[in-house]
Protein backbone atom coordinates (compact mmCIF):
# COMPACT_ATOMS: atom_id res chain seq x y z
CA UNK A 1 0.00 0.00 0.00
CA UNK A 2 2.77 2.21 0.87
CA UNK A 3 4.22 1.51 -1.98
CA UNK A 4 1.08 2.41 -3.98
CA UNK A 5 0.82 5.32 -2.79
CA UNK A 6 4.11 6.74 -3.14
CA UNK A 7 3.75 5.75 -6.99
CA UNK A 8 0.43 7.40 -6.80
CA UNK A 9 1.84 10.07 -5.20
CA UNK A 10 5.27 10.48 -7.35
CA UNK A 11 3.01 10.66 -11.03
CA UNK A 12 0.92 13.41 -9.19
CA UNK A 13 4.02 15.88 -8.83
CA UNK A 14 5.24 14.43 -12.24
CA UNK A 15 1.40 15.57 -13.45
CA UNK A 16 1.18 18.98 -11.45
CA UNK A 17 4.88 19.97 -13.03
CA UNK A 18 3.79 19.11 -16.33
CA UNK A 19 0.81 21.20 -15.91
CA UNK A 20 2.77 24.11 -14.66
CA UNK A 21 5.50 24.39 -17.36
CA UNK A 22 2.95 23.82 -19.82
CA UNK A 23 0.63 27.22 -18.30
CA UNK A 24 4.33 28.57 -18.30
CA UNK A 25 5.00 27.88 -21.85
CA UNK A 26 2.05 29.17 -22.81
CA UNK A 27 2.16 32.49 -21.06
CA UNK A 28 5.74 32.92 -22.70
CA UNK A 29 3.99 32.05 -25.98
CA UNK A 30 1.36 34.60 -25.44
CA UNK A 31 1.63 37.64 -27.83
CA UNK A 32 0.72 40.83 -27.55
CA UNK A 33 -0.79 41.61 -30.80
CA UNK A 34 -3.13 38.88 -30.23
CA UNK A 35 -7.23 38.77 -31.76
CA UNK A 36 -8.06 41.57 -29.57
CA UNK A 37 -5.47 43.69 -30.21
CA UNK A 38 -6.04 43.24 -34.10
CA UNK A 39 -9.74 44.13 -33.48
CA UNK A 40 -9.01 46.91 -31.99
CA UNK A 41 -6.14 47.79 -34.92
CA UNK A 42 -8.30 47.40 -37.62
CA UNK A 43 -11.41 49.22 -36.17
CA UNK A 44 -9.23 52.16 -34.53
CA UNK A 45 -7.60 52.63 -38.31
CA UNK A 46 -10.52 51.99 -40.22
CA UNK A 47 -12.43 55.21 -37.96
CA UNK A 48 -10.24 57.76 -38.95
CA UNK A 49 -10.28 57.14 -42.56
CA UNK A 50 -14.62 56.83 -42.19
CA UNK A 51 -14.10 59.95 -40.24
CA UNK A 52 -12.59 61.90 -42.86
CA UNK A 53 -9.67 62.53 -40.72
CA UNK A 54 -7.26 60.60 -42.76
CA UNK A 55 -7.00 59.64 -46.55
CA UNK A 56 -5.02 56.68 -45.93
CA UNK A 57 -3.44 54.52 -43.86
CA UNK A 58 -1.29 51.15 -42.92
CA UNK A 59 0.20 49.57 -40.39
CA UNK A 60 2.67 46.52 -40.47
CA UNK A 61 4.18 44.53 -36.69
CA UNK A 62 6.14 41.95 -36.17
CA UNK A 63 6.54 39.99 -32.67
CA UNK A 64 9.08 37.75 -31.92
CA UNK A 65 10.77 38.47 -35.34
CA UNK A 66 7.32 36.95 -36.76
CA UNK A 67 4.88 39.42 -38.92
CA UNK A 68 1.59 39.63 -36.53
CA UNK A 69 -0.51 42.33 -38.14
CA UNK A 70 -0.67 44.06 -41.63
CA UNK A 71 -3.55 46.01 -42.96
CA UNK A 72 -4.11 49.27 -45.07
CA UNK A 73 -7.38 51.44 -45.05
CA UNK A 74 -8.77 54.18 -47.49
CA UNK A 75 -6.51 55.63 -50.11
CA UNK A 76 -3.20 56.62 -51.38
CA UNK A 77 -4.76 58.89 -53.97
CA UNK A 78 -8.60 59.85 -52.68
CA UNK A 79 -9.14 62.09 -55.75
CA UNK A 80 -7.86 59.05 -58.23
CA UNK A 81 -9.23 55.97 -55.84
CA UNK A 82 -5.55 54.82 -55.24
CA UNK A 83 -5.66 52.09 -52.57
CA UNK A 84 -3.11 52.74 -49.69
CA UNK A 85 -0.92 49.14 -49.82
CA UNK A 86 1.81 47.51 -48.44
CA UNK A 87 4.00 48.99 -51.71
CA UNK A 88 2.69 52.57 -51.55
CA UNK A 89 5.46 54.88 -51.09
CA UNK A 90 5.51 57.74 -48.93
CA UNK A 91 7.73 60.76 -47.55
CA UNK A 92 8.85 59.48 -44.20
CA UNK A 93 10.53 62.88 -43.11
CA UNK A 94 12.46 62.83 -39.95
CA UNK A 95 12.24 58.93 -39.95
CA UNK A 96 15.08 59.46 -42.42
CA UNK A 97 17.09 60.63 -39.56
CA UNK A 98 17.53 57.11 -37.20
CA UNK A 99 18.71 55.47 -41.03
CA UNK A 100 21.66 58.93 -40.96
CA UNK A 101 22.19 57.42 -37.58
CA UNK A 102 23.11 54.33 -38.52
CA UNK A 103 25.21 55.54 -41.42
CA UNK A 104 27.15 57.73 -38.79
CA UNK A 105 27.75 54.93 -36.14
CA UNK A 106 29.54 52.36 -38.96
CA UNK A 107 32.23 55.07 -39.11
CA UNK A 108 31.76 55.30 -34.97
CA UNK A 109 32.61 51.16 -35.25
CA UNK A 110 35.77 51.65 -36.76
CA UNK A 111 37.28 54.02 -34.30
CA UNK A 112 37.03 56.69 -36.67
CA UNK A 113 35.73 59.69 -33.90
CA UNK A 114 34.41 59.39 -30.56
CA UNK A 115 31.44 60.79 -29.13
CA UNK A 116 32.70 63.50 -27.18
CA UNK A 117 35.44 64.85 -29.63
CA UNK A 118 34.38 68.59 -30.56
CA UNK A 119 32.43 68.28 -33.94
CA UNK A 120 35.12 71.07 -35.16
CA UNK A 121 38.05 68.25 -34.62
CA UNK A 122 36.50 67.08 -38.50
CA UNK A 123 34.71 69.88 -39.79
CA UNK A 124 36.48 73.51 -39.32
CA UNK A 125 33.40 74.93 -40.26
CA UNK A 126 32.04 74.77 -36.45
CA UNK A 127 35.08 76.00 -34.96
CA UNK A 128 34.97 79.33 -32.53
CA UNK A 129 30.77 79.57 -32.59
CA UNK A 130 29.67 82.83 -31.42
CA UNK A 131 26.30 82.23 -28.99
CA UNK A 132 22.94 84.47 -29.26
CA UNK A 133 22.17 86.54 -25.99
CA UNK A 134 19.59 88.74 -27.36
CA UNK A 135 19.49 92.33 -28.81
CA UNK A 136 20.50 95.46 -27.44
CA UNK A 137 18.63 99.07 -27.14
CA UNK A 138 19.64 99.46 -30.57
CA UNK A 139 17.92 96.39 -31.68
CA UNK A 140 21.29 94.89 -32.82
CA UNK A 141 21.64 90.64 -31.91
CA UNK A 142 24.26 90.38 -29.16
CA UNK A 143 26.48 87.59 -29.11
CA UNK A 144 28.65 85.78 -26.70
CA UNK A 145 32.10 83.08 -26.75
CA UNK A 146 30.19 79.29 -26.97
CA UNK A 147 31.80 78.06 -23.18
CA UNK A 148 32.75 74.95 -24.94
CA UNK A 149 32.88 73.28 -28.40
CA UNK A 150 29.94 71.36 -29.98
CA UNK A 151 30.86 67.87 -29.62
CA UNK A 152 29.31 64.87 -32.04
CA UNK A 153 27.49 63.75 -29.15
CA UNK A 154 25.35 67.34 -29.10
CA UNK A 155 24.25 66.43 -32.85
CA UNK A 156 23.09 63.39 -31.94
CA UNK A 157 20.90 64.21 -29.11
CA UNK A 158 19.99 67.70 -30.36
CA UNK A 159 21.86 69.78 -27.46
CA UNK A 160 24.21 71.46 -30.24
CA UNK A 161 22.67 74.86 -29.92
CA UNK A 162 21.50 75.23 -33.85
CA UNK A 163 18.63 77.41 -34.36
CA UNK A 164 15.65 76.42 -35.91
CA UNK A 165 12.73 78.71 -34.61
CA UNK A 166 10.96 81.19 -36.79
CA UNK A 167 10.14 83.80 -33.65
CA UNK A 168 14.21 84.46 -32.18
CA UNK A 169 14.54 88.54 -33.10
CA UNK A 170 17.40 88.73 -35.12
CA UNK A 171 18.59 85.33 -35.51
CA UNK A 172 15.67 83.85 -37.39
CA UNK A 173 16.40 86.64 -39.41
CA UNK A 174 19.58 85.82 -40.08
CA UNK A 175 18.95 81.92 -40.46
CA UNK A 176 16.10 82.53 -42.95
CA UNK A 177 18.67 84.74 -45.23
CA UNK A 178 21.40 82.19 -44.52
CA UNK A 179 18.92 79.32 -45.87
CA UNK A 180 21.51 76.70 -45.09
CA UNK A 181 19.14 73.86 -46.24
CA UNK A 182 18.29 75.02 -48.93
CA UNK A 183 17.97 72.71 -51.75
CA UNK A 184 20.49 73.61 -54.16
CA UNK A 185 23.40 73.29 -50.99
CA UNK A 186 25.53 70.37 -51.08
CA UNK A 187 26.26 69.36 -47.45
CA UNK A 188 29.62 71.27 -47.78
CA UNK A 189 27.63 74.81 -48.29
CA UNK A 190 25.38 73.76 -45.80
CA UNK A 191 27.45 73.46 -43.24
CA UNK A 192 29.73 76.92 -44.32
CA UNK A 193 26.43 78.58 -43.84
CA UNK A 194 25.86 77.30 -40.66
CA UNK A 195 28.54 77.60 -38.69
CA UNK A 196 28.78 81.17 -40.14
CA UNK A 197 25.38 81.37 -38.12
CA UNK A 198 25.48 82.00 -34.10
CA UNK A 199 24.47 79.18 -32.09
CA UNK A 200 20.97 79.98 -30.36
CA UNK A 201 22.10 79.04 -26.91
CA UNK A 202 24.99 76.94 -25.34
CA UNK A 203 26.00 73.51 -26.64
CA UNK A 204 24.66 70.52 -23.95
CA UNK A 205 22.33 73.05 -22.07
CA UNK A 206 18.77 72.29 -23.64
CA UNK A 207 17.33 70.28 -26.52
CA UNK A 208 16.19 71.45 -29.15
CA UNK A 209 15.20 70.03 -32.57
CA UNK A 210 16.39 70.96 -35.72
CA UNK A 211 19.33 70.34 -38.05
CA UNK A 212 21.69 68.22 -36.14
CA UNK A 213 20.99 65.25 -38.36
CA UNK A 214 21.87 67.28 -41.23
CA UNK A 215 25.14 68.00 -39.51
CA UNK A 216 25.69 64.13 -39.02
CA UNK A 217 25.09 63.47 -42.86
CA UNK A 218 27.67 65.95 -43.22
CA UNK A 219 30.47 64.34 -40.67
CA UNK A 220 29.75 60.90 -42.72
CA UNK A 221 30.57 62.69 -45.97
CA UNK A 222 33.69 64.64 -43.91
CA UNK A 223 34.76 61.56 -42.63
CA UNK A 224 34.19 58.72 -45.26
CA UNK A 225 35.44 60.88 -47.93
CA UNK A 226 32.28 59.72 -50.11
CA UNK A 227 29.22 61.60 -51.15
CA UNK A 228 26.90 60.88 -48.07
CA UNK A 229 24.12 59.82 -50.47
CA UNK A 230 26.72 57.00 -51.70
CA UNK A 231 27.48 56.05 -48.53
CA UNK A 232 24.28 55.69 -46.86
CA UNK A 233 23.48 53.73 -49.89
CA UNK A 234 26.56 51.27 -49.37
CA UNK A 235 26.90 50.94 -46.08
CA UNK A 236 22.89 50.58 -44.89
CA UNK A 237 20.28 50.25 -47.26
CA UNK A 238 21.69 47.84 -50.27
CA UNK A 239 22.64 45.90 -47.64
CA UNK A 240 19.60 45.72 -46.10
CA UNK A 241 17.86 45.21 -49.44
CA UNK A 242 16.36 48.65 -48.99
CA UNK A 243 15.83 49.53 -52.49
CA UNK A 244 12.45 51.53 -52.36
CA UNK A 245 14.00 53.80 -49.72
CA UNK A 246 15.15 56.79 -51.99
CA UNK A 247 15.98 60.93 -52.16
CA UNK A 248 14.59 61.09 -55.45
CA UNK A 249 11.32 58.97 -56.79
CA UNK A 250 12.17 57.59 -60.38
CA UNK A 251 8.92 58.27 -62.94
CA UNK A 252 8.23 54.78 -62.97
CA UNK A 253 7.55 54.50 -59.32
CA UNK A 254 5.54 57.71 -59.05
CA UNK A 255 2.13 56.00 -59.29
CA UNK A 256 2.93 54.23 -55.81
CA UNK A 257 3.69 57.41 -54.16
CA UNK A 258 1.03 59.02 -51.81
CA UNK A 259 -0.30 62.51 -51.44
CA UNK A 260 -0.36 64.41 -49.20
CA UNK A 261 -3.07 65.96 -47.14
CA UNK A 262 -3.69 68.81 -44.96
CA UNK A 263 -6.52 68.49 -42.47
CA UNK A 264 -8.25 71.74 -42.16
CA UNK A 265 -10.82 70.65 -40.00
CA UNK A 266 -13.07 67.79 -38.69
CA UNK A 267 -13.40 64.92 -41.76
CA UNK A 268 -12.06 67.61 -44.13
CA UNK A 269 -8.42 67.32 -46.11
CA UNK A 270 -7.29 69.40 -48.72
CA UNK A 271 -4.63 67.39 -50.82
CA UNK A 272 -1.65 69.86 -50.85
CA UNK A 273 -0.76 70.17 -54.57
CA UNK A 274 1.73 67.38 -56.10
CA UNK A 275 3.90 70.43 -57.22
CA UNK A 276 4.33 71.33 -53.46
CA UNK A 277 4.43 68.29 -52.19
CA UNK A 278 6.93 66.60 -54.26
CA UNK A 279 9.40 68.94 -55.42
CA UNK A 280 12.16 67.45 -53.48
CA UNK A 281 11.67 63.54 -54.59
CA UNK A 282 10.92 64.42 -57.75
CA UNK A 283 13.82 66.40 -58.65
CA UNK A 284 17.62 65.45 -57.77
CA UNK A 285 18.88 68.22 -55.90
CA UNK A 286 22.71 68.95 -54.65
CA UNK A 287 21.29 68.76 -50.86
CA UNK A 288 20.98 65.34 -49.71
CA UNK A 289 19.85 66.01 -45.56
CA UNK A 290 20.16 63.66 -43.40
CA UNK A 291 17.75 64.81 -41.23
CA UNK A 292 14.26 64.45 -43.98
CA UNK A 293 13.93 63.62 -47.50
CA UNK A 294 13.77 59.94 -47.88
CA UNK A 295 10.80 57.99 -49.25
CA UNK A 296 10.35 54.41 -48.32
CA UNK A 297 7.60 51.46 -48.27
CA UNK A 298 6.61 49.87 -45.31
CA UNK A 299 8.41 46.74 -45.69
CA UNK A 300 11.60 48.54 -46.59
CA UNK A 301 11.54 50.58 -43.17
CA UNK A 302 9.86 47.70 -40.93
CA UNK A 303 13.36 45.71 -42.49
CA UNK A 304 15.80 48.66 -41.44
CA UNK A 305 13.49 48.67 -37.99
CA UNK A 306 13.97 44.93 -37.55
CA UNK A 307 17.10 44.93 -38.09
CA UNK A 308 17.38 47.41 -35.14
CA UNK A 309 15.35 44.90 -32.85
CA UNK A 310 17.66 42.02 -33.68
CA UNK A 311 20.79 43.92 -32.81
CA UNK A 312 22.22 45.38 -36.35
CA UNK A 313 22.29 42.24 -38.28
CA UNK A 314 18.40 40.45 -40.18
CA UNK A 315 18.48 37.97 -43.02
CA UNK A 316 22.63 37.43 -42.28
CA UNK A 317 23.59 40.75 -42.65
CA UNK A 318 24.80 42.74 -40.05
CA UNK A 319 24.54 46.77 -40.04
CA UNK A 320 25.92 47.47 -36.39
CA UNK A 321 27.46 45.37 -33.52
CA UNK A 322 24.46 45.04 -30.42
CA UNK A 323 26.67 46.98 -28.04
CA UNK A 324 26.26 49.73 -30.77
CA UNK A 325 22.33 49.57 -31.26
CA UNK A 326 22.66 49.32 -27.01
CA UNK A 327 24.27 53.03 -27.10
CA UNK A 328 21.80 54.30 -29.32
CA UNK A 329 18.78 53.02 -27.63
CA UNK A 330 20.39 54.89 -24.52
CA UNK A 331 19.32 57.86 -23.12
CA UNK A 332 21.62 60.56 -23.12
CA UNK A 333 20.00 63.10 -21.92
CA UNK A 334 21.71 64.28 -18.57
CA UNK A 335 18.71 65.64 -15.82
CA UNK A 336 20.55 69.24 -16.15
CA UNK A 337 19.12 69.25 -19.63
CA UNK A 338 15.88 70.35 -18.30
CA UNK A 339 14.82 72.77 -21.14
CA UNK A 340 13.36 69.78 -23.86
CA UNK A 341 11.00 71.75 -26.31
CA UNK A 342 8.10 69.48 -26.92
CA UNK A 343 9.92 66.35 -26.18
CA UNK A 344 7.52 65.46 -23.71
CA UNK A 345 4.46 65.18 -25.45
CA UNK A 346 5.76 61.57 -26.47
CA UNK A 347 5.78 60.41 -22.71
CA UNK A 348 8.29 60.01 -20.31
CA UNK A 349 11.50 59.65 -22.78
CA UNK A 350 15.11 61.10 -22.96
CA UNK A 351 17.06 60.77 -26.12
CA UNK A 352 19.72 58.65 -27.24
CA UNK A 353 21.46 58.52 -30.93
CA UNK A 354 18.95 59.77 -33.21
CA UNK A 355 15.62 58.20 -31.25
CA UNK A 356 13.20 58.93 -28.73
CA UNK A 357 13.89 56.92 -25.48
CA UNK A 358 11.31 55.49 -22.97
CA UNK A 359 12.69 55.91 -19.93
CA UNK A 360 9.11 55.71 -17.47
CA UNK A 361 6.07 54.07 -17.67
CA UNK A 362 2.96 56.65 -18.57
CA UNK A 363 1.31 57.51 -15.17
CA UNK A 364 -2.02 57.95 -16.14
CA UNK A 365 -4.08 57.07 -19.31
CA UNK A 366 -3.78 60.88 -20.88
CA UNK A 367 -0.12 60.07 -21.37
CA UNK A 368 1.73 58.22 -24.44
CA UNK A 369 1.40 54.51 -23.88
CA UNK A 370 4.52 52.40 -24.42
CA UNK A 371 7.29 50.35 -22.71
CA UNK A 372 10.05 51.31 -20.69
CA UNK A 373 13.31 50.48 -22.99
CA UNK A 374 11.33 51.42 -26.19
CA UNK A 375 13.21 53.53 -28.89
CA UNK A 376 11.14 55.18 -31.55
CA UNK A 377 10.83 57.99 -33.74
CA UNK A 378 8.31 59.69 -36.38
CA UNK A 379 7.73 61.88 -39.01
CA UNK A 380 5.82 64.84 -40.12
CA UNK A 381 3.60 63.54 -42.26
CA UNK A 382 2.30 61.65 -39.15
CA UNK A 383 4.27 58.36 -39.70
CA UNK A 384 5.65 56.52 -36.52
CA UNK A 385 7.89 53.42 -35.86
CA UNK A 386 9.04 51.92 -32.57
CA UNK A 387 11.40 49.00 -31.26
CA UNK A 388 10.35 47.41 -27.95
CA UNK A 389 12.62 45.22 -26.77
CA UNK A 390 11.13 43.81 -24.07
CA UNK A 391 8.14 42.44 -26.24
CA UNK A 392 10.26 41.97 -28.89
CA UNK A 393 7.85 44.06 -31.03
CA UNK A 394 8.43 46.38 -33.70
CA UNK A 395 5.65 48.41 -35.33
CA UNK A 396 5.00 50.89 -38.10
CA UNK A 397 2.86 53.43 -39.53
CA UNK A 398 2.01 55.29 -42.79
CA UNK A 399 -0.04 57.83 -43.19
CA UNK A 400 0.50 61.61 -45.35
CA UNK A 401 -1.23 64.19 -43.06
CA UNK A 402 -0.85 67.39 -41.95
CA UNK A 403 -0.11 69.05 -39.19
CA UNK A 404 1.55 66.91 -37.55
CA UNK A 405 -0.55 64.16 -35.69
CA UNK A 406 -3.02 66.66 -34.20
CA UNK A 407 -5.98 63.94 -34.07
CA UNK A 408 -4.20 61.55 -31.62
CA UNK A 409 -3.23 59.23 -34.21
CA UNK A 410 0.11 57.86 -32.50
CA UNK A 411 -1.59 57.52 -29.32
CA UNK A 412 -4.51 55.89 -30.40
CA UNK A 413 -2.75 53.40 -32.36
CA UNK A 414 -0.39 52.58 -29.06
CA UNK A 415 -3.52 51.69 -27.49
CA UNK A 416 -4.95 49.61 -30.07
CA UNK A 417 -1.17 47.74 -29.56
CA UNK A 418 -0.76 47.56 -26.32
CA UNK A 419 -4.32 48.26 -24.87
CA UNK A 420 -5.50 51.19 -23.14
CA UNK A 421 -3.73 51.99 -19.97
CA UNK A 422 -4.74 51.35 -16.89
CA UNK A 423 -3.55 52.94 -13.56
CA UNK A 424 -2.18 50.65 -10.90
CA UNK A 425 -4.14 50.21 -8.20
CA UNK A 426 -2.72 51.38 -4.68
CA UNK A 427 -2.39 49.53 -1.96
CA UNK A 428 -3.11 50.03 1.50
Not at 41 to 49: I, R
Not at 111 to 136: C, I, R, S, T
Not at 170 to 177: I, K, N, T
Not at 183 to 209: D, H, V
Request: aromatic share 12%.
Amino acid sequence: MKTSLKRYFTIGIGFAFLLFSCQKEEKQNELIVNEQAIARLDSTLEAYVNSGNVAGISALIFEKDQEVYFNAFGFADRENQIPMDRNTIVKIYSMTKPITGTALMTLWEEGKFQLDDPLENYAPEFANMKVYQGLDDQGKMIFGDAERPISIRDITRHTAGFPNRNDIPGLSELMAEKDARSFENPLTTMAEKMGSTPLWFQPGTQWEYGLSVDVQAFLVERISGKPYGEYVREKVLDPLGMAETRYFLPEADRGRFAAAYQRTGEGQLDRIPDSTANVFNFNQWPLTPGGFGLTSTLDDYMTFARMLARKGEINGTRILNPETIALMATNHLPDSVTERSWLPSKGRVGFGIDFAVRTDPPKTAEEMNGVVGEFFWDGAASTLFWVDPKNELVAGLFVQLFPYDGISLHKNFRDAVYGKYVPVAKTQ
